[in-house]
């Protein structure tokens, strides 16, 4: 029975190498052997289909004489005797032309196994799959801001497929909102012995009653009278740390703006890879100044206000 490649691989005459490349892939995943559902014969007729078409010079051979040009020893024919010119490798669906000064056809060894798979198909006829390394999981993990700020250590708990796991994790100061933390070998068991995959732990910042993270700084709002800045009163402004600090507010000061207090942010981490310890420095303190207004004045306020704009102006 005649082949048809186009038809095998699910692509038009008419079909440019990208195409080509790209139904191939698709069709070789869905009927690889080692995957559930998948389809040797299927899998090493798509092998063939392909490395005929992505060829331009098969590909012309093809489109004139149909697949009887495997015959004439212009190519390799699947699984045949093999004659003068023909490859004695195409039975697995390689072509080696290119390492003879040929034209080289591509085949991407990391969709189908290491280059010790590959070889042991050649020489064999038969592919054995090697222990599957283990599948990486992914844990959310929620600190406070406090914890982020000052750095914690937790006890996570999580399932994998034998069972429990119970880990303790490291988490630095200064640490980011959805940065992860890598625990390799912590994921599910490999297959006969295989690595075990890797956990990740993503970290997860609650929302804070009175700060808001901006990178490195914090955002407090404070409420101040009118009073309070004209007669120029010292101001208590909260710290992460949990105490207070008392500021005043400087002479031209917009209140539009953010009054900055330097080194009363957050840590800064090192720039480097590693989480095991908080970088050097900290972030600012920005406070946002909301001013509070009487709703009413006296009329011996309303005076005093006035002799007041008197004198600045």
């Keep these: 029975m005649k082949k048809d490649y186009y ?7 008419t079909a440019n190498q990208d195409e080509i490349k790209t139904a191939y892939r698709k069709l070789a995943h869905k009927y690889h052997p080692d995957k559930p559902g998948g389809d040797e014969k299927k899998f090493k007729e798509i092998n063939e289909a392909y490395q005929v078409l992505s060829n331009p010079e098969k590909r012309k051979q093809f489109d004139q004489f149909g697949d009887a040009f495997n015959n004439a020893g212009n190519g390799y024919a699947y699984g045949g005797n093999y004659g003068a010119g023909q ?15 040929g034209n080289a056809q591509e085949f991407d060894f990391g969709e189908f196994g290491d280059l010790g798979d590959i070889l042991e198909t050649m020489f064999t006829g038969r592919r054995t799959r090697r222990p599957r390394k283990g599948a990486s999981l992914e844990f959310v993990q929620e600190i406070s801001l406090e914890e982020a700020f000052g750095g914690t250590n937790k006890k996570i708990s999580y399932h994998i497929s034998s069972g429990k796991k119970d880990i303790d994790i490291n988490i630095a100061p200064g640490i980011n909102d959805g940065q992860m933390i890598k625990i390799p070998g912590a994921g599910e068991v490999g297959e006969k012995g295989a690595e075990s995959g890797d956990l990740y732990v993503r970290i997860k910042i609650a929302p804070h009653p009175v700060f808001r993270r901006i990178g490195n700084d914090l955002l407090v709002k404070k409420e101040v009278s009118l009073i309070d800045i004209l007669l120029n009163k010292k101001i208590e402004i909260p710290i992460i740390t949990g105490g207070k600090i008392n500021i005043e507010i400087p002479t031209g000061f917009t209140l539009q703006e953010k009054l900055v207090i330097p080194n009363e942010g957050m840590p800064k981490q090192d720039g480097s890879v590693s989480l095991l310890r908080g970088g050097r420095g900290r972030g600012n303190l920005l406070v946002e100044f909301i001013t509070k207004t009487p709703k009413k004045f006296s009329s011996r306020v309303k005076k005093i206000l006035e002799d007041l704009e008197k004198e600045i102006t």
């Design 7 to 13: 038809q095998i691989l699910g692509v038009n005459k």
């Design 87 to 101: 490859n004695p490798f195409g039975g697995f669906g390689f072509d080696f032309s290119g390492f003879n000064g």
